[in-house]
């Protein structure tokens, strides 16, 4: 029995990984005629509050948000390029819980995504979007990662 996958949601963060996930979800989408959604979350890796009450301007956001949004188009372009639907979403939000409502939002039928590998204190630390995905994505999740 063959599962039809029609809406096929790959979050990415740009890293090689990502690109690994974003090959195996167009070849999906060509197999079963899928529509490919790409989302991304983007944020600065310092908090929105500096010391001393300094908040970052809203201007350095717009900027992080348009290069956001110019590499998403750029994935997106690639993948209307395979001769696919695609759609693209970008969000400021924490990745694990928009890509979780995401999938629900659009009814996907699998999600797509990279994951570095993290263990041992860097995990620990550092915490895994993959790992939540997979705790609370209304959808199966395909998790895939470089190898060197």
Do not use: Q
């Not at 630390?125 to 959808?139: D, K, M, Y």
């Amino acid at each position: 029995m063959s599962v039809p996958y029609r809406t096929i949601l790959v979050p990415t963060d740009f890293s090689t990984h990502s690109e690994v996930a974003l090959e195996h979800a167009v070849a999906l989408a060509r197999v079963f005629g899928a529509k490919v959604h790409l989302l991304h979350c983007y944020s600065l890796p310092i908090p929105a509050v500096m010391p001393y009450d300094v908040a970052v301007p809203e201007t350095v956001w717009e900027g992080v948000r348009e290069a956001a949004d110019a590499k998403l188009a750029e994935l997106g372009e690639k993948v209307a390029a395979e001769g696919l639907e695609v759609e693209t979403h970008l969000s400021r939000a924490f990745p694990a819980e928009v890509i979780s409502e995401t999938a629900e939002d659009i009814g996907a039928d699998v999600i797509v995504m990279g994951t570095r590998g993290n263990s041992g204190l860097k995990h620990v630390l550092l915490g895994s979007v993959t790992e939540r995905v997979l705790r609370t994505a209304p959808c199966p999740v395909l998790t895939l990662r470089k190898h060197d």
